[in-house]
């Protein structure tokens, strides 16, 4: 069980104690999330753009927002720069999660259950 945060944000913390995580936890600030990681995430939730955050501040100041991106621009880009991964990412057993909707936060819950 492990979960990808930003021990910055302030909904990241929220979530670990609603759920009431006991896993390995990852500071994505201090070391990003890594390829091979990455990409098991990315198939079980269904493509890169399912893990990229469009609220990233660098998504309009590098002005993404205009661009048509591509799957492989996603994943370059969550590589390159911690913010544009969506948080928090959980993965429990085979089992990912990834984003902060109430939905997402229940089903890992009962994953947890």
Sequence with gaps: MKAYILNSCNTCQRILKEVNWSGEIQNIKEKNIDEATLDKIAKALG??????????????????????????????????????????????????????????VAAIKEALA
């Design 47 to 104: 493509g890169y753009k399912q893990v990229f955050s469009r609220r990233a501040m660098k998504y309009r100041s590098l002005g993404l927002n205009e661009m048509d991106l591509s799957e492989k621009d996603y994943k370059k880009y969550i590589l390159e720069e911690y913010t544009f991964l969506k948080r928090p990412v959980f993965v429990i057993g085979n089992q990912y999660f990834a984003g902060n909707t109430k939905k997402t």
